[in-house]
C-alpha cells in the first residue's frame, strides 16, 4: 500500500496539465527527511504541465521538512500553511511558485467550498 505522499506525487505526475498553475513555470525540490534519510521528488511545471521525478538538482523553489509532516498534511490530518507558520515546512527560492503549488494540496477532510457552505447555510435558515 501506498503511503500519502507518494500517492500524491504520483497522481499530479499523471495529472498532465492543471488549469490552475497555467500561470506558473518553474521548478519545486521536496526534501522530506525521515529515519532512513531523505526523499527527494522534483515537479517540474511549464505552464501549467507538470512532471514529477524523483531526481535531486536545482530548483526555482525547496520545500524542507519531515516526510511524517507532510504526509500529515496530505492525510488531511494537518494543513500546509499553519505547518509554515510553526516552521515544520521551510521553503526557500522562489515563494509565489511555492503559494501557487500549495493549490493542488488536498482539502481536508471536513472542508467545504466557499460557495457549497453558503448554499447549505442559505437551505437550513
Known amino acids: 500500500m501506498s503511503d500519502p505522499t507518494t500517492s500524491f506525487f504520483e497522481a499530479i505526475g499523471r495529472g498532465g496539465h ?6 506558473a513555470t518553474g521548478s519545486i525540490r521536496f526534501d522530506l527527511t525521515h529515519e532512513q534519510g531523505v526523499d527527494r521528488w522534483f515537479v517540474a511545471i511549464e505552464r501549467g504541465d507538470i512532471r514529477v521525478s524523483r531526481d535531486g538538482g536545482k530548483a526555482d523553489c525547496v520545500f524542507h521538512g519531515s516526510r511524517a509532516t507532510f504526509d500529515r498534511i496530505l492525510a488531511g490530518q494537518s494543513q500546509m500553511y499553519p505547518a509554515w507558520l510553526r516552521n515544520d515546512i521551510t ?16 482539502a481536508p477532510p471536513e472542508a467545504h467550498h466557499p460557495r457549497e457552505f453558503g448554499r447549505e447555510r442559505r437551505r437550513t435558515a
Open 18 to 23: 492543471v488549469d490552475m498553475l497555467e500561470e
Open 91 to 106: 521553503t526557500e527560492g522562489d515563494v509565489r511558485l511555492a503559494r501557487l503549488f500549495v493549490r493542488l494540496m488536498p
